[in-house]
């Protein structure tokens, strides 16, 4: 079941949605299998290991359901679907190799079974075919996805550039989440509204759709890295501070008095014996309250381009319904304290619009990432 119909909407096996017909999940496996059925050995088996390991296969998924918005629907926009979805299978493996992970969603990566070499390699085949299926869609879906790609290196730049650096602003932080996540989300939305017909200010509105989805979405993950364990998280928890990653949970805590000692730990690459002492502090900041608001806010943001789009009630809800579930499932017993009410989230609403106002893409068109 993807992310869409666990959290927001009501399963699509064998059921009709919007206009124009059936989430096509079927039509994208087989255009998935066909695609990593044509890589030669050793890229086609550890392809075929990532890619059909799942996920939550909600790229693909917002294609088909923003192109349903359009007069045209989803029948034309299957091809698009997988080549997002290979995009993403791309990015994810090299993030493997990037961050030396043992497994990706349950299975053994590609760089630690092939080797770092074929992965590598196997990560740029799958961009390749990618482009190969995004041609079908256009010179503007092209563009999208070109668009995106270029984002996804920018925010990984701008990522490593801010590891271990005690002086990272929110709007850094939110900066890269718009690029390494919201990016791709995105494109999605525009490349399945055009392929369903919308006009251009839809294309426009589900775009940043995507993009305020995706800054919620890794919003809730760097909370999670802090409050939840690892049953819950099916992965290691802190991970992010190991690595030195600033998030925001951290970069609120540094701002607030008082906290030198825990800006010159992180300065400093906090070691594993003072990672216990990072925690504490941000725990006890505030911070992780304030995140999951911000969080909310771009949740709400993103219905409201939604419903200015013509989307859906299940589409507008699956934001809030994402950041509602994630919280409600994912939290440790001893941190659902740091969860905050909804009335406590309601105070706040004016705060975080404005830091939401602060960090505007449009405000970073200078920013130079190196």
């Known amino acids: 079941m993807s992310v869409m119909q666990e959290y927001a909407l009501a399963v699509a096996t064998g059921k009709q949605f919007g206009r124009s017909g059936p989430f096509r999940a079927e039509e994208i496996e087989s255009g998935l299998q066909n695609v990593l059925d044509g890589l030669i050995e050793p890229l086609r088996a550890g392809c075929q290991r990532v890619v059909a390991a799942g996920g939550k296969r909600l790229r693909p998924e917002l294609v088909m359901r923003c192109a349903d918005i359009g007069p045209l629907g989803s029948a034309g926009a299957v091809d698009a679907a997988v080549a997002v979805e290979l995009l993403h299978s791309a990015s994810l493996v090299h993030d493997d190799i990037l961050d030396q992970s043992e497994t990706r969603r349950g299975v053994p990566a590609i760089h630690r079974l092939e080797g770092p070499s074929t992965a590598l390699i196997a990560g740029d085949a799958l961009i390749a075919v990618s482009w190969r299926h995004i041609a079908r869609s256009g010179p503007d879906s092209v563009d999208d996805l070109a668009t995106a790609l270029s984002d996804m290196c920018a925010g990984q730049a701008l990522e490593d550039r801010l590891r271990w650096n005690g002086s990272a602003q929110a709007g850094d932080v939110i900066r890269v989440a718009e690029l390494k996540t919201g990016a791709l989300l995105k494109a999605a939305c525009r490349v399945g509204a055009r392929a369903g017909g919308c006009d251009q200010e839809q294309i426009d509105a589900l775009g940043n759709y995507g993009a305020d989805l995706g800054i919620a979405l890794q919003l809730i993950d760097d909370v999670l890295d802090l409050i939840s364990d690892v049953d819950l998280l099916a992965k290691p928890v802190c991970?992010?501070?190991?690595?030195?990653?600033?998030?925001?949970?951290?970069v609120f805590a540094m701002a607030e008095p008082g906290s030198l000692r825990l800006r010159q730990l992180i300065g400093a690459q906090a070691s594993d014996a003072d990672l216990a002492e990072v925690v504490a502090a941000v725990l006890a900041s505030g911070s992780i309250t304030r995140t999951i608001d911000l969080a909310y806010a771009f949740a709400g943001r993103a219905a409201s381009a939604c419903a200015?789009?013509?989307?859906?009630?299940?589409?507008?809800?699956l934001p809030v319904g994402y950041v509602r579930r994630q919280l409600r499932t994912k939290v440790a017993a001893v941190h659902q304290h740091l969860v905050p009410t909804v009335a406590s989230r309601a105070e706040t609403a004016?705060?975080?619009?404005?830091?939401?106002?602060?960090?505007?893409p449009a405000a970073w068109k200078s920013e130079q990432v190196g």
């Open 239 to 250: 991970a992010d501070l190991r690595a030195g990653a600033i998030t925001l949970p951290t």
């Open 308 to 317: 200015a789009a013509g989307g859906s009630e299940d589409l507008r809800f």
């Open 350 to 360: 004016a705060h975080n619009d404005a830091a939401i106002h602060a960090a505007n």
